[in-house]
């Protein structure tokens, strides 16, 4: 029965492995397939992913682990993950208009790793990504501790990446994340 459960997001996983072969080069889906079927948690999370509108596809694999490296591909910032500001932090201190939360919350409730600058710029090196919209990333310790956090977009043919009080959030700026399995 379980499996029944997440064949819909599996056909939509191996859909859009096929679709793009340029972001995983070198890979199969069946030791994907393989490695999913034995990670239920895993499924969630991508489960999640997908329908906040990440459309999460493998663009990596971590070669002392084996575990392949999903990623959120779509085009634009996850529309069901956008109007956030950066975390708890910067929630509670928005005395007036709050979001109705976090991008650092949103990311840990479904599984995800924000992704890291280098992260994100590797992203970009297998597609445009954010051309229209921006998205946090995970932001160092010292650029938090004096109220800021970052995030990226991608313009001109290039990748940005910018600060903003961490409190701030926008229809057009959400956050993309990743899932180990």
């Known amino acids: ?13 191996q859909n859009r492995f096929d679709q793009h072969p340029q972001r995983h080069r070198g890979l199969a889906w069946e030791p994907v397939l393989e490695r999913l079927q034995a990670a239920p948690a895993a499924l969630v999370t991508l489960g999640a992913m997908e329908a906040t509108g990440g459309e ?10 084996g575990r392949f490296i999903f990623c959120d591909c779509a ?14 932090q910067a929630l509670d201190a928005r005395k007036e208009n709050k979001p109705a939360g976090s991008a650092v919350e949103m990311a840990a409730a479904m599984g995800l790793e924000l992704l890291s600058e280098e992260q ?3 992203l970009q090196r297998l597609g445009e990504f954010d ?25 001109y043919g ?11 959030y926008y229809a057009a700026r959400g956050f993309r994340g990743l899932v180990r399995v």
């Open 1 to 13: 029965m379980q499996a029944r459960v997440h064949d819909p997001l599996l056909r939509s996983l």
């Open 56 to 65: 999460p596809d493998v663009i990596d694999q971590d070669e002392a682990s």
């Open 75 to 88: 085009p634009e910032s996850p529309l069901g993950r956008r109007s956030l500001c950066y975390d708890r």
């Open 120 to 122: 994100y710029s590797a």
């Open 131 to 155: 051309v229209k919209t921006s998205s946090w990333i995970a932001t160092p310790e010292d650029v938090r501790a004096l109220g800021g956090a970052l995030f990226c977009d991608r313009r």
């Open 158 to 168: 290039r990748v940005f990446v910018y600060h903003n009080g961490a409190s701030s």
